[in-house]
């Protein structure tokens, strides 16, 4: 079911298999009328949109083409940027600018995905806001709905709206000093760019989470050491305690979403939980499946945040990963069209793993023998 959630200046985000972006005033319905002719496009950014500009439902590129010839100017959306997106270019979105300035509202809609707007004689491009490059693999749907939030509001205007959990060592006054930088931030158009100038201020970092922020100190390039091999070997701990083994021994900074932390030191690790050399990114992979937890790889760290259902998984650029070892294949209706859901080797319960490697060689050896008993045949003429 599609859901809907209020945001302050009627900005709303849809969540599920689309986003829905609307930057908005209160005004009647109608018809987007014709932009009056400009001699620029700074010019025509300043108008203010006189009627709602609807675009419904559809892929990422579709709906901002349709934008483009709506509004006369030409709109480039950068590779790098839409891959940060929860499904990429499959990404549906539908947008709505209504009785707002365009540069604003332009702005709204872009920053909520994490796209910088620049602009160039009578063209708009696009790249990833800084927030989106600390992140090593495309955002979730309820990352994006965060930083919504933040592009549709001035971080006052969120009155703790959104979760924050600062992690800065040591924490006297962290809090205040990142206040007192946000207001000192200017005139930013929204809490997306005040975070962004006030964390840089302080030479730190922000992250959205599932539920809100993370703002660290930057962390040294470490994605080599999630490849790096570790043999552990647990036995009634709390999923705190393993974690903070694993980070201990890797070197690797772990951050918590907004009261995960909390969450892991009451929430149970498996009764046992063995790895033998096996890399560090496996190691994740397997607790996080057995513990119910998410991990996020960041430029700053492992982002920890409890699970709330599937979601894409963010791989490094360059990661090896899991290979596929099996396909579950599904029918959607009588037509014949079918669903594949890849079920990778770390995903797989322990007890079809070996099954799996107990039944691979029969299976093998049958497939031989079919192939034996089958005819030869001769070249086709």
Request: with cysteine.
């Amino acid at each position: 079911m599609i859901a809907l959630q209020r945001l302050p200046l009627f900005a709303y985000i849809r969540v599920g298999l689309s986003l829905l972006m609307l930057a908005t005033l209160p005004t009647a319905l109608g018809q987007f009328p014709a932009m009056q002719p400009v001699r620029n496009l700074e010019q025509l950014l300043d108008q203010p949109i006189a009627k709602r500009l609807d675009i419904s439902q559809r892929p990422v590129r579709e709906a901002f083409a349709e934008l483009s010839r709506a509004l006369g100017i030409e709109i480039k959306l950068s590779e790098e940027a839409v891959s940060y997106l929860p499904y990429g270019e499959r990404t549906q979105i539908s947008i709505v600018l209504d009785k707002v300035k365009l540069r604003d509202g332009l702005r709204r809609v872009f920053s909520g995905l994490g796209f910088d707007m620049q602009t160039h004689q009578r063209t708009i491009t696009t790249e990833p806001l800084p927030v989106l490059r600390r992140m090593l693999g495309p955002l979730t749907l309820s990352q994006i709905k965060i930083l919504h939030k933040l592009a549709s509001n001035q971080w006052r205007e969120l009155e703790g709206d959104v979760p924050i959990s600062i992690q800065i060592e040591p924490n006297d006054g962290a809090r205040a000093k990142l206040e007192a930088a946000i207001r000192q931030a200017g005139s930013e158009p929204s809490a997306v760019f005040e975070l962004e100038a006030a964390t840089r201020t302080l030479g730190w970092h922000w992250l959205p989470t599932d539920q809100g922020i993370v703002v660290c100190r930057p962390a040294l390039r470490f994605e080599q050491q999630l490849d790096s091999r570790i043999s552990v070997d647990y036995e009634h701990k709390s999923l705190e305690e393993i974690l903070t083994d694993i980070g201990g021994r890797t070197g690797i900074p772990l951050l918590y979403a907004p009261g995960v932390r909390e969450q892991t030191g009451r929430t149970a690790g498996p009764a046992r939980f063995q790895q033998s050399a096996a890399p560090v990114r496996q190691v994740l992979a397997e607790l996080s499946r057995k513990a119910g937890f998410k991990w996020h790889a960041t430029r700053d760290g492992v982002l920890i945040d409890m699970a709330s259902g599937p979601q894409p998984v963010a791989v490094p650029p360059g990661a090896n990963t899991p290979r596929i070892v099996a396909i579950l294949r599904l029918p959607l209706g009588p037509d014949g069209t079918t669903i594949d859901f890849l079920i990778r080797e770390d995903e797989l319960p322990e007890e079809f793993d070996q099954l799996r490697e107990r039944m691979m060689p029969v299976v093998i050896d049958r497939v031989r023998e079919i192939l034996r008993d089958q005819p030869t045949r001769g070249p086709t003429p």
